[in-house]
C-alpha cells in the first residue's frame, strides 16, 4: 500500500506559510490603514462644509480681463 509523500509535515505547518501569513497580514493592515486615512479626510473635508466643486457649470458670457503684467500671444 502506497501511502504517497509522508514527510511529517503539515501543510501548514512549514515556516513558509507562518512568513507568508505574516506579510499577508501586515499588508492587510497597511491597505486598511490607508483606506481609513482616505475615509478620514473625506469625512473631515464634509465636516467643514469645504465647498469641493470643481465646475459650477455656467455660461460665461464676457471673458475675465487678463492678470496685470499677464502677456497676450496674438
Not at 464676457?62 to 500671444?73: F, I, K, L, Q, W
Amino acid at each position: 500500500m502506497s501511502k504517497g509523500i509522508d514527510n511529517g509535515l503539515l501543510p501548514d505547518s512549514h515556516e513558509i506559510y507562518g512568513r507568508r501569513r505574516g506579510r499577508n497580514l501586515a499588508l492587510g493592515a497597511c491597505l486598511a490603514g490607508v483606506v481609513l486615512m482616505i475615509f478620514a479626510v473625506t469625512v473631515v473635508k464634509l465636516a467643514e462644509g469645504v465647498d469641493m466643486r470643481g465646475y459650477d457649470h455656467t455660461f460665461e458670457t464676457v471673458p475675465s480681463a487678463p492678470a496685470a503684467g499677464a502677456e497676450t500671444s496674438r
